[in-house]
């Protein structure tokens, strides 16, 4: 079996470690290139322009080839994503650009690529969420997991928590005023 077909076969996670250990450079681009349709559709979407995005996606991996190493991935797929939003972020920064994003299918590569980009933008939004609603009162949490997060009634919070309408209701309402402060605080 040819070395090629041997990479290609490897998980996200040992071609990130081979790379590391080895330095070599087709580990990192196998890897590289099984996110280029996410890259690419992320830049287009920011960019709006499909040079500027085709010139993002090579700079992009230019630029990560010789960092990646120095950094501690948990999620790749995550990482990766934020990287890519944020140097895209800093090109429409430096051309003193109004950021405004298209999201029409007409600019992706295909709808299931536009489903992958909003999973990585809920995932990455929960994921900056998360530490401030366990910080919440419990029944504050309670009440916005079900509400923002499963997406659930008043009624059925009413139903599943025993609470009366009027607690789930100010406990939301309580708990979005909390989120917000943590959220703030956080940023800062």
Known sequence: MSKLR??????????????????????????????????????????????EAKDAVMQIFEDLLPKVRNYEINSFRTWLYTVVKNHCLQLLRKENKEISIDLSTENMESQEFLHLLYEEEEKSMLDS???????????????????????????????????????????IQNGKRNLKTCLTKNAL
């Open 6 to 51: 041997d990479i290609s076969l490897l998980t996200e996670e040992e071609l990130l470690l081979k790379y590391k250990e080895m330095n070599e450079a087709e580990y990192f681009g196998e890897l590289y290139n099984r996110y280029i349709p996410l890259i690419y559709g992320t830049c287009l979407k920011y960019l709006q322009q499909q040079e």
């Open 129 to 171: 969420v998360q530490p401030c609603i366990e910080r919440l009162p419990d029944k504050q949490r309670i009440c916005i997991i079900h509400f923002f997060m499963k997406k659930m009634s008043y009624a059925d919070i009413v139903d599943r928590t025993g609470y009366s309408l009027k607690a789930v209701k100010s406990n």
